[in-house]
């Protein structure tokens, strides 16, 4: 199948068409500039048609089941009749191959079904990169008619805190020993959950679990909420016998329904835009000023003059930015 303009691309996506969808995040991904600019084109008229669905963030401590859960929850809203999309920031994808790409085969069932995407992380050399290409490709699955995004975070740190400046709603899943989780999770993580999940919380498990929900639910009182209209649960899941997945979309769908009335879900959306920008024109200067031979030598020196200790890093960063308005002025 050929698509030739960024109309045909568009008028495939709105149709659902899977193939223009695959292809468009391709182009996305590409570093080839002729690929940027039909990507740019792309995202130019499908914008019109975006925004209407639901954009979840999932977290979660190793080993708590994330990929099982989320393969769970998107098999019980396919089966609600939603077209479900699962995309990745994985910042670490440049360095080991990437573990949605595992995530893709062990989400068989999902992968399988027709109202399902599944889409592998982009390898990157540094976390903005993957987060603009996640959130432009979210921005194709909408218009493609997906009215579910599911974005996870594979990487850790930096990409909580990212994949949660592009969602609406943040889920954070632990494991059912909730005294050593305590310990290991960081506060911040927990300040930006819209939700906790204990997940794992299978008829073996089901007493530790209700433990452990007691913990989580007295940690969320001590700390700040983010909203004046929502108070965040924790609710348990068992993603092995397919229990609690019902009660999980009721909480996002009310959580959705109550930042809708009060305004703050456009205005969380529109102040993920403005720095949305911010990001990409920091990014755009960024690559425009290291692109500069007289910066680039400029980085070296100042680079090995630090490490041999013979200057400050703020002195260092004067020198490079002097020498790029050199270069300014020797045009």
């Not at 695959?22 to 940027?36: A, D, F, G, M, Y």
């Not at 990169?129 to 493609?144: N, S």
């Amino acid at each position: 199948m050929k698509f030739k303009t960024p109309e045909d691309y568009k008028n495939e996506i709105l149709q659902g068409n899977k193939v223009a969808l695959s292809k468009s995040i391709t182009l996305i991904e590409s570093t080839l500039s002729s690929h940027q600019k039909t990507a740019s084109e792309v995202l130019s008229a499908i914008l019109p048609h975006t925004g209407n669905a639901i954009r979840i963030g999932i977290t979660g401590v190793p080993g708590a089941g994330k990929s099982t859960f989320i393969e769970a929850l998107g098999l019980y809203l396919v089966g609600e009749k939603h077209k479900v999309a699962v995309l990745a920031i994985d910042p670490s994808s440049s360095v080991t191959g990437g573990s949605i790409l595992a995530d893709k085969t062990r989400m068989e069932d999902l992968s399988a079904h027709p109202n399902a995407f599944i889409r592998p992380s982009p390898s990157s050399t540094h976390l903005g990169g993957v987060a603009q290409k996640t959130r432009e490709t979210m921005f194709l699955c909408e218009a493609a008619g997906y009215d579910v995004i599911l974005v996870e975070t594979v990487g850790v740190g930096q990409s909580e805190i990212t994949a949660a400046s592009m969602v609406d709603f943040f889920l954070v899943v632990m494991l059912p020993n909730a005294g050593d989780e305590l310990q290991g999770i960081k506060k911040g993580i927990l300040e930006l959950a819209d939700a906790i999940i204990v997940n794992k919380a299978d008829k073996h498990n089901l007493e530790n679990a209700m433990l452990a929900k007691n913990v989580y639910e007295n940690a969320l009182h001590i700390l700040n909420p983010l909203s004046q209209t929502w108070s965040p649960p924790v609710l348990t899941t068992s993603a092995i016998e397919k229990r609690g997945f019902e009660e999980v979309w009721k909480v996002i769908l009310l959580h959705n329904k109550k930042m809708r009335e009060s305004g703050e879900l456009q205005q969380k959306r529109q102040k993920q835009s403005i720095a949305w920008m911010w990001n990409l024109l920091d990014d755009k200067f960024t690559n425009h000023i290291f692109a500069v031979p007289q910066v680039k030598d400029a980085v070296l020196n100042m680079s090995k003059a630090i490490e041999e200790n013979r200057i400050s890093a703020e002195e260092a960063s004067e020198n490079i930015y002097n020498s790029y308005l050199n270069s300014l002025n020797s045009h």
